[in-house]
């Protein structure tokens, strides 16, 4: 082939390949709106924030964007929003070593975000992220307590270098807390201890488990 | 200089390597910023997009300094209008300047990025493009004014060449391509959707299309080999970019919310967009070991090494995170990050750098230069890279391992398992910078020094 052939076949052969692209975009395109929940003027609105504090600059979503901060695309299944809230308006107050600054954001604001990743956390991703595979024991808190792996404290709270970030580490919380009263009070309502606390209440547990999870509690010495 | 034109290339330079020195510097902050995250009088986010936002727009004045030495070279005649050209220079480094400014005020106070008429006013929060819309339709007429300037003078010498009609036809795709990322969309899935198509078909499509025109330039001035096979091999290499990585764009529509037949045409497609790099490779080697006709051997060294490293960062450290099976594990981690780095760096970052140590000298209208600080520079710079690039992809594996397949916390990994990768990504930060002060240090100085070096000085 001359000069010329390969030309053309560059030109026109890519030339094709854009439009198989087109052709696929506007297939994608019809079937987006059936993969995801409907788009309310609260979830555009929190979106629109997303934008203006640039969250993308430290965070990832549907795994894009920057790797200096968790994932959010699912971040709605992972902490319960009355917690997302107050660490979106002040993340230090919640955990005093947070790396995230606080950014000003209004409670007001922080309902149209906690709207947006909800809705985010709904769309199809293909099964993406991944259940960890290897990870049963460490993603339920390694610690072999049912009370403890069934409420999923660990998404919250590390003991022996396991579990999340959001609430403090506990491996030693027996030795700050050795009343089992404290914690009975604290479970019920961590913010008549703590003003303002970020935790969820556990009011609503049987007797039989608070007084397991408290007995496990003040082994953590 | 032959053509008064080149003065804008000169300018073009100018721009992009004092820039590129500001991008490591803040890199170097921000890689700081993951081990003490308020060190700084602006946060990580801040730094990150200023660190990306200058490499790209160094990256993109390198390029028209690029064209605007390779067109009057090769249409044989001045632009079709200086002044003009002048004016897209200033008006790029004005709207820059304003730019930057403007991430710097919302670093001190983030409620500063209101919105105006419809759009934020400071940054637009997408990743790469955080450029607010005023600025973007600024940079869009600049590349029209750049794009009509040499489109002129290319018909107005009939004389197309297929490297200047590559270059250019590159050039205007990659303007077309900024286009989708300039409207917004209220589904985070179609506004994902859309910024890759700026982003892949950019760096995996337009930019590589213009890296395989300059590579055929190049090795044209610096060797004996005839126009003719050199411009076959380009339309070759060029033609399977685009074939494999047009619909390569499906590498990144696995998981935000597409269809899965995604999985199919990505994994296949971007898969076989290593071979035109391969090519590329082979075709760099073949010519200069044929043909070599050069005293320039510091050009000829840094354009083999561009076409090196673009297979090694983007082919290779692109390919192994690129099928759905790996990528489900690996996707927004720091492989993502090490791939990103050496693609890069060996693709466009190494391809400005060669077109500068072939250009310049000539502009300055000298036939030797002194090249051992240029060789010094690119071995710190190279080895400094590949250090980082190790050192991340490490951590990109502990991250895989701990978080994606344990189900560790990412703070914990982050935290508690991964700092000593990033305390040696800062040091090699730092002897990475020391490689950059060489290379505009040296800028300034090519050909106006007196040649000493000997051969075996230049190997130093
Ligand atoms: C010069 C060419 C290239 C450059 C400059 C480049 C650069 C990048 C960058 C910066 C990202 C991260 C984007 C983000 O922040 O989200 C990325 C992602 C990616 N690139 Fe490339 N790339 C190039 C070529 C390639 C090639 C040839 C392949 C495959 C063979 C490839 C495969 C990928 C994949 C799979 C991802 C997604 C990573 C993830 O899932 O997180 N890249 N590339
Ligand atoms: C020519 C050299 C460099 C190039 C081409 C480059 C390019 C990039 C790119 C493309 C990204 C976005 C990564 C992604 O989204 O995957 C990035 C992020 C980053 N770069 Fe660089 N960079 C360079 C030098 C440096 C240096 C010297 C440092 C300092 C040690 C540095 C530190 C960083 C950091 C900390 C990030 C943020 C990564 C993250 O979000 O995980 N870079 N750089
Ligand atoms: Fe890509």
Redesign the interface.
Known sequence: MG?KG??N??VF??FL??V??VI??V???S??DS??PK?TEE??LG??L?????????H????????????MTKITEKVPKSYLKKFLVNPRKVNPSA?M?V??ITDDEADKLIA?LE??SK??????????????K??GGGTGNVAYEKNNCSSCH?ID?????SGPDITHVALRHPDPQWHRKHLDNPASITPDSAMPPYAQLSDDEKNQLIDFLLTLK | MKYKSHKIAMNFFTFAVLLFLVQVIIGLVAAVQFIKPDFFFFAFNISRTLHINALVVWLLCGLMGATYYVVPEESGRELWSIPLAQFQFWATVVTVLVVVVGYIIMGLFPQANITVFGTLLLNEGREYIEAPRWADIMIAVSAILFLINNAMTMFKSKKITGIMGTLLGGMLFLTLMYLPGMFYTSSMVKDQYWWWWVVHLWVEGAWEVIAGALLAFMLMKLTNAPRQMLEKWMYIEVALVLFTGMLGIGHHYYWIGTPNYWLWVGGIFSSLEPIPLLVMVWDALRVTKDTRSTTNKLGLFLATAHAIFNFLGAGLWGVIHTLPSVNKWTHGTQITTAHGHLAFYGAYVLLIIAMVYITVPEMRGVKEYRMSRGYRSFWWQTVSMIMIVFIITGAGMVQTYMERLLGLDYVTVKNNFNTWFWIWRAVFGVTYIIGVCMFVYDFFKIGKEPVTATLSESKA
Do not use: E, M
């Open positions: 000069n390969v030309r076949l560059f052969g890519s390949c854009f198989v692209l696929l975009t297939n994608t395109f079937q987006l993969r995801a788009i979830v555009d979106k629109q997303w934008h203006k504090y640039d969250c993308i600059g430290c990832t979503i549907f795994g894009n964007g920057s790797y200096f901060a968790p994932d790396a600054p950014l000003g947006f809705w985010t769309v199809d991703t293909n099964g993406w992220p991944p259940k960890p595979v290897l990870g049963s460490a993603s590390i270098g396991v579990g999340g970030t």
